[in-house]
């Protein structure tokens, strides 16, 4: 059974930072493409950072030099660092996991991030 638990969201003020985790269960860590994705109130659902599995890293416009992608293959975790965030930062933020060539996609449950002005 696949499982992707996500946390670290919370409220927090306008520049201030979080960090969120994703861990992985059931699948083949390494192999997977890992990704955050985020979703505001009555917006579509927007890809945050990706990071492939050989850790190649990709950005939204909207994040580039405030947010960090990572993952630790050990720990079969992907973060998402989250400095100098602002109020349009809030959404629900979704860890997605994929691999392409076999046709898997998974996606966690979601954590509220809340940023306050």
């Known amino acids: 059974q696949v499982q992707l638990v996500e946390s670290g969201g919370g409220l927090v003020q306008a520049g201030g930072s979080l960090r969120l985790s994703c861990a992985a269960s059931?699948?083949?860590?390494?192999?997977?493409?890992m990704g955050w994705y985020r979703q505001a109130p009555g917006k579509q659902r927007e890809l945050v950072a990706t990071?492939?599995?050989?850790?190649?890293?990709n950005y939204a416009d909207s994040v580039k030099g405030r947010f960090t992608i990572s993952r630790d293959n050990v720990k079969n975790t992907v973060y998402l660092q989250m400095n100098s965030l602002k109020p349009e930062d809030t959404a629900v933020y979704y860890c997605n996991a994929k691999y392409s060539t076999a046709g898997l996609d998974y996606w966690g449950q979601g954590t509220q991030v809340t940023v306050s002005s």
């Open positions: 059931g699948i083949t860590f390494r192999l997977y493409a």
């Open positions: 990071i492939s599995s050989g850790r190649t890293t």
